[in-house]
Every structure is written in C-alpha cells, then in structure tokens.
C-alpha cells in the first residue's frame, strides 16, 4: 500500500512537472496567427512608457515669414498608416509650380511667398490675412481607384498692418533672410466689397444697377508715407482688357470718368487710410453680349503723399471735379489731358524716384477682377 501511495505520488509530480514546462513552452515559444505565420508577442518595457508621445504632431503646419507661407505637412496626412506622396499635395489651384518636396523621412513641405499660388489677402481690422489652401490630390492606381477623397485644407497668415513678424528659417542650412527695403516688399489686393466694407464679397452676382463696390489696397514690410491710386480702369466682356468690346472708366491718370454719366452712382469713396482706395460703380452688362459677364481690370500705383494730376483719384460731382485726397485743382485736367509737365509745383520733395511719380512696373500692378455676372 505504501508503495503505491509513493508510484502515485511520484506520478503526480511528474505530470506536474510536464504540465508546467507545457505552459513556459506555451508563453515563450511562437504563436500561429491567423495567416498562419508565427509570431511572438513582446509587451512594452515599462521604462520606455515615458517615450511614447502623449499627442501626435499636427498633420499640417503653417510657419510664416515675412515675404512666404512654409506649410509642413505630415506623410501620415491621414493618421491611417499610409503615407501619401509629395506628388499628390499642392498649394493653391494656381497654374504656378507650387509642389511639395521632401523635408524630411516623414513630412513634406511647401515654400512660396505669400502673394503666390493663388493666395488671397484680406483686411481683417488691424491684420493683413492672406488664405490659401493646400490641396490633396489622391493618385489612381491602375484601375483607376482612388483610396481616399480630395481635400482642400484652409491654411492662413496673420500679420499686423504696421510691420511684419519676423522671419524664422525652418532649416538650419539656409541663409539667413534678408530685410528688403519698405519700398521692395509690396503686395497688391483688388477685391468686392460687401455693404460694411469689412469683408470680401464671395458672390459675384448682381443685379443690373445694383452698387458694386470695389476695394484696392496695397501692403509694405512696415509704415511708409505712400499712397494707392487707380492709374487706370477697364471693363470687358472677357478677361482681356486690351478686347472690344470695352468700357474704359478709369482715365487720365485718376480720372473717374463714369461719373460724368448722367444717373450714374460711380464714385470713389472719401479715403481713410492711404494704403486702400475704394470705389463705386453701378452694376451693368454690355449690350447684345449673351454672356452677361464682364470683369474689370485696373492699374493700380503706388504714389507719394504729394498730391499732383499723375497721382489723383478724381470723382466728377456737383457740376465739377473733386479729389478724394484734397486739393481739387489737380484734377482740372480731367476735362483735357494730364501730363507729367503739369506736376512740378506739387511734386518737389517727392521721396519716391521721379521714375516711379510717371507709373514705375516696381510701383504698380495690373490686376483683374472676374467674372462679375449681371442679371436681369
């Protein structure tokens, strides 16, 4: 009896043994997966937890210059495990090469400055903001399928209306920037207001005769004692200012010469700041023209505070012509012509280049609003 209390003892030792190696076996030895490859688990040293970030890094970053918009984004754009290419972003829809390149093993980047690649300005208070957007285009494979959606991500630059921030180089290997003279960094804006003048107007819809109003503005790296002006006006069935038919509205160097129409409601508006010009203008469309669009095209300048008949903004009213900047004698060459003879007495002392008092291209821009649909 007692030998058989011993067999089955030493059984049962045994058996404990086999089952515990069974068990090590189990948790060291490898897995089958469901694909039927092995694989090993291996949990994470608790002393490597305060490694692992508690928050991903923004899939796009925004850093801005004082002349550009570097946008960041992440190859990860998703947050899905699949990287996407640098050929499937661009900033803006422009026809300007606005690619991304690689910026490092994990993100692209983007570098343009900011009146480039379609990006708008708008005036927001004391803040210059221009807008862009960075522009995901998924490729096909070859089936023609694409994985995910489109996307169109809003990116933006603030700066005050007095200086710009300073710059800030995102490589180390880059040459530092240099500051360009007040007179170099110039950007132009030519946009629809809406009623308040607060805002831009998205819709470019209107009535015929309903007011338009007309907003043209310019910014420097900081404060200069400049002014804008409309040089020149054009309105056109199609976007080309040199076509015909046209309805030039804007002459002589400043000359509003719409609002000598009869009924017409075109007029510049008093001037505020120096750097902005605003106007208006009746809604029309140009007879026997199925389009019913037209888009207007002005040369925009960049003046002295000196007051002359080259730089003017003149509004015809109450049977004579008047000057939004003062000193309405200046425009007493709308009804003739104006010329550069006629500007020494209120030209001297000018700061700008005599050059630039006639139209200098460094001091101007031609820009284009449209199309402008009219109704009815």
Excluded at 158 to 168: D, W
Excluded at 348 to 368: E, F
Aim: proline share 5%.
């Amino acid at each position: 009896m007692a030998r058989t209390d011993s067999l089955s003892i030493g059984t049962f030792v045994l058996l404990c043994i086999y089952v515990t190696c069974a068990i090590r076996n189990l948790k060291e030895g490898p897995m089958i997966g469901p694909d039927s490859r092995q694989y090993k688990t291996a949990p994470l040293p608790r002393d490597n937890h305060k490694d692992v970030p508690t928050s991903k890094a923004a899939p796009v970053q925004v850093i801005c210059t004082e002349r550009s918009m570097i946008v960041i984004i992440r190859a990860d754009l998703h947050s899905n495990g699949r990287r996407i290419t640098d050929k499937e972003l661009q900033l803006g829809r422009s026809t300007e090469s606005c690619k991304a390149s690689k910026y490092s093993d994990t993100e692209y980047v983007i570098q343009a400055d900011l009146h480039q690649c379609g990006s708008e300005l708008m005036i927001e208070g004391d803040h210059l903001v221009y807008l862009n957007h960075l522009i995901y285009t998924p490729k096909q494979n070859s089936y023609g399928i694409a994985r995910t959606s489109d996307a169109a991500i809003p990116v933006e630059c603030h700066y005050k209306r007095t200086h710009f921030v300073s710059s800030i180089n995102v490589r180390p290997s880059e040459a530092p920037f240099t500051t360009k003279s007040a007179i170099e960094l110039i950007s132009f804006s030519f946009e629809l207001m809406r009623d308040d003048w607060r805002s831009k107007r998205s819709n470019r819809v209107y009535h015929h005769g309903e007011i338009m109003n007309i907003q043209a503005s310019f910014v420097m790296a900081e404060h200069a004692p400049f002014r804008l002006i409309m040089d020149s006006c054009v309105a056109t069935p199609k976007p080309d200012s040199a076509s015909v038919p046209s309805y030039a509205f804007v002459q002589n160097h400043g000359c509003l010469v719409g609002s000598k129409s009869p009924g017409s409601s075109a007029r510049f508006m008093p001037r505020k700041q120096n750097d902005v010009l605003q106007m208006q203008m009746d809604a029309f469309r140009f007879n026997e023209d199925h389009r019913n669009s037209i888009y207007i095209t002005c040369n925009l300048k960049i003046v002295d505070l000196k007051v002359n008949n080259l730089n003017k903004a003149c509004t015809y009213s109450g049977n004579r012509w008047l000057s939004v900047d003062g000193k309405d004698e200046v425009c007493k060459c709308c009804e003739t012509v104006c010329h550069e003879k006629q500007i020494t007495k209120w030209s001297s002392g000018s700061r700008l280049p005599n050059r630039s008092v006639s139209g200098d291209s460094a001091k101007s821009k031609t820009m284009m609003l449209g199309p402008i649909k009219v109704l009815g």
